[in-house]
């Protein structure tokens, strides 16, 4: 009778749940004690095999680029890429596109071989022994990985194995080549090379070359191990067809992706244009206000511009009126003066004629009789009256 296998490789594990640290309700715990656990810390043993290496990388770096947990550094990374495509997908309301995860470095990679089903299985402790021994020779035949945790669990529906790997490709001249899966492969002699116009990649070679050891230890033990349909159609899958394939799920990612961005962007640009029109509106509104206060302010220039030509034209008649009064003051000054003069000349005239006067009257009447002195002194009574006395 032939049993089907399954091989599988990915890069999320849940070490929790391989140690049964957290229990899934299809689990029988009855049959727990029959696991087998082997569990190291990947940081403790990706930290010594590549000490000497990270040591030489940070002993170049800045303190403040230095890694100092290298399964922690790509854990980070690779967790960060698990959140943005969770988001993306969450945007998207569609299964996740694994974006940015499948650019990450996963920092563990993790095997699943199970041999049968829940209606076709070998004997249990038959396919322990052909598990156990597969987890035995691993190192052997893959000297480029290192185990990080071997979880053999008989308590489901079948027997299966979770074998959690690290990886170092030390012929590589960086860390960041170093820690690569595929490089590792190439290593340890996996080259892509084609056959029969299909391009085989180092990692389909590998899983070939591990479910060949699988098939080989269950012969060891009177096992048929067969491949499942869907890995035997697998490979005579035309490379060809799956680069087409996965080129066009890229381009219709692509065109997904760019679809969302004219969408926001018609979006950005709708809430651009009601800005806009929202600016030009406060514009017109700020401009019309600006132009009827520039208007009244003009309005209001004008009117202190007449009310100044008015306050002009009132001080040059007042500057004329008071030339005039000035000129009327100064022809009634110089009248005053010539009347002065005038005065003091006739008194000074007067004061001499009556000198002369007396003297004449003195001697009018010293010499004349009183009748002849009244008839020269006629139109001067005083003096007549004088002499008559």
């Known amino acids: 009778m032939k049993y089907a296998l399954s091989f599988h490789v990915g890069g999320e594990l849940n070490h929790d749940h391989n140690a049964r640290r957290t229990i899934a309700d299809y689990v029988h715990t009855e049959r727990m004690n029959n696991n087998r656990v082997i569990e190291r810390d990947p940081a403790e043993v990706i930290g010594k095999w590549y000490e000497e290496e990270l040591r030489e990388e940070n002993a170049k770096k800045k303190p403040s680029r230095r890694i100092e947990n290298l399964y922690e550094h790509y854990k980070r990374l690779y967790d960060n890429a698990?959140?943005?495509d969770r988001e993306l997908s969450k945007n998207k309301q569609k299964p996740e596109v694994k974006k940015y995860r499948n650019k990450a470095k996963s920092p563990e990679k993790e095997i699943i071989i199970q041999i049968g089903d829940k209606d076709?299985?070998?004997?249990?402790e038959i396919a322990e022994k052909i598990l156990i021994k597969y987890v035995n020779q691993f190192q052997r035949n893959n000297p480029c990985m290192r185990i990080?945790?071997?979880?053999i669990h008989m308590d489901e529906a079948s027997p299966h194995l979770h074998l959690d790997i690290v990886y170092k490709a030390d012929q590589e001249p960086t860390i960041s080549k170093m820690y690569s899966f595929e490089n590792a492969l190439k290593q340890q002699g996996y080259e892509r090379k084609r056959e029969q116009e299909q391009v085989i990649t180092p990692f389909e070679q590998w899983m070939k070359a591990q479910r060949a050891e699988i098939q080989e230890i269950g012969k060891e033990y009177g096992i048929d191990i067969a491949e499942t349909k869907k890995e035997e159609k697998r490979k005579h899958l035309s490379r060809e067809v799956y680069i087409i394939k996965k080129e066009t799920e890229k381009l219709h990612e692509k065109e997904r992706e760019l679809t969302e961005k004219a969408e926001k962007y018609a979006e950005k640009e709708q809430k651009m244009n009601v800005k806009m029109a929202e600016t030009e509106k406060r514009y017109r509104e700020i401009m019309e206000g600006m132009n009827m206060e520039i208007n009244k302010g003009k309005k209001e220039i004008d009117r202190l511009q007449t009310e100044l030509t008015e306050r002009y034209e009132e001080v040059d008649r007042l500057e004329a009126e008071l030339t005039k009064r000035y000129e009327e003051m100064e022809a009634l000054k110089r009248q005053k003066e010539l009347y002065e003069k005038n005065a003091m000349t006739a008194m000074i005239k007067a004061a001499e004629n009556e000198v002369r006067l007396d003297k004449i009257v003195?001697?009018?009447?010293?010499?004349?009789?009183p009748e002849l002195a009244k008839k020269i002194l006629i139109g001067n009574e005083e003096k007549s009256q004088e002499i008559s006395r």
């Open 362 to 369: 003195k001697n009018v009447k010293n010499y004349c009789k």
């Open 120 to 124: 076709n299985r070998p004997p249990d």
């Open 148 to 151: 990080t945790g071997a979880y």
């Open 82 to 84: 698990k959140e943005r």
